[in-house]
């Protein structure tokens, strides 16, 4: 099974990933292709952000997969062809603490949290072909994230049904 591992910045991917790694999955960091020059990029200066073409990092992955199942960890992950989802989301409110403390800037801060409040990796990730989840990480430690990871990857999917994670309290009071 290929599983996107996916969700806004700061929401817990890369941490859970490499919990999910020392527990013996196999766990390919997309930014890492990218970081390595694998796939190419270009440059949107307004945006401060490197725009990376899905169909290439989709055919880079598929080329050096190796067998068995693996979990993609990156937020665009939810674009390549996977079976599965999984979306990880996060209070925006303490995702901009979160981002605030890695030194980002508000702009981007702004950006990030408006995507998450607005759904948009979910809507993004139930668009595609393969199945999703959503967990929500906002009061989960790194290995609380693993476990409900985990938990989806063992079949439970009830539990972390699409739709049961909503911010529009906290979106409604933006306004």
């Known amino acids: 099974m290929l599983v996107a591992l996916t969700g806004t910045p700061g929401t817990g991917k890369s941490t859970a990933g490499e919990l999910l790694r020392s ?15 694998k796939v190419s990029t270009v440059l949107d ?13 989709d055919e880079v992955v598929r080329s050096s997969l190796p067998e068995g199942d693996a979990v993609l960890v990156g937020h665009l992950s939810h674009f390549l062809s ?4 999984i ?26 949290i408006e995507a998450e409040g607005c759904d948009v990796i979910l809507v993004e990730a139930v668009d595609s072909d393969a199945e999703v989840a959503e967990i929500d990480t906002t009061h989960l430690s ?8 985990e938990e989806v990857l063992a079949g439970e999917r009830e539990k972390y ?13 933006w306004f």
């Open 82 to 85: 996977v079976d599965l989802v």
């Open 161 to 173: 049904a699409v739709g049961h994670v909503d911010w529009s309290d906290e979106v409604m009071s």
């Open 142 to 149: 790194a290995e609380g994230t693993a476990a409900a990871i």
């Open 45 to 57: 200066r307004e945006r401060d952000s490197l725009e990376v073409d899905t169909d290439e990092l």
């Open 87 to 112: 979306v990880l989301r996060c209070r925006p409110s303490v995702l901009a603490d979160r981002l605030r403390s890695r030194g980002w800037s508000d702009r981007k801060i702004r950006e990030n």
């Open 23 to 37: 527990g013996g999955w196999t766990v390919i960091e997309l930014s890492d292709l990218v970081r390595q020059g």
